[in-house]
């Protein structure tokens, strides 16, 4: 059964940087994007970055764009979300998902897997 467990989320003074895993298993990992989600409190869920199984990535959200970037390692089944020049704004739980498809995708409502979610809080 396909599984994504997310790790690395934390407390972080803004404009400092956090790292955060998602490890996958279940499936053919190497084949199918992973995109990150983010959900603040009140707010929607919202995709913030994808990576394809080719490790091309794109950007759903024009407010990372510069700071947060996506990588993948297909042997070791993960993918890393790579955060720099956090803002109070990013606070929010990130969700790594998949739905088993070759390309990216924002709409979170595709998505069928989903990790458990790891908090990031950024204070100003």
């Known amino acids: 059964q396909v599984q994504l467990v997310e790790s690395g989320g934390g407390l972080v003074q803004a404009g400092g940087s956090l790292t955060l895993s998602c490890v996958a298993s279940?499936?053919?990992?190497?084949?199918?994007?992973i995109t990150w989600f983010r959900q603040a409190p009140g707010n929607e869920r919202e995709g913030v970055i994808c990576i394809e199984g080719d490790g091309e990535v794109s950007f759903y959200s024009s407010s990372v764009k510069g700071r947060f970037t996506m990588s993948r390692n297909n042997t070791k089944k993960t993918v890393w979300l790579h955060m720099t020049g956090l803002k109070p704004e990013d606070t929010a739980v990130y969700y790594c998902?998949?739905?088993?498809?070759?390309?990216?995708?924002?709409?979170?409502?595709?998505?069928?897997?989903w990790g458990q979610g790891t908090q990031v809080t950024v204070s100003s």
């Open positions: 279940g499936y053919d990992f190497e084949y199918y994007v």
């Open positions: 998902a998949t739905d088993k498809q070759y390309y990216c995708e924002s709409d979170a409502n595709v998505y069928d897997y």
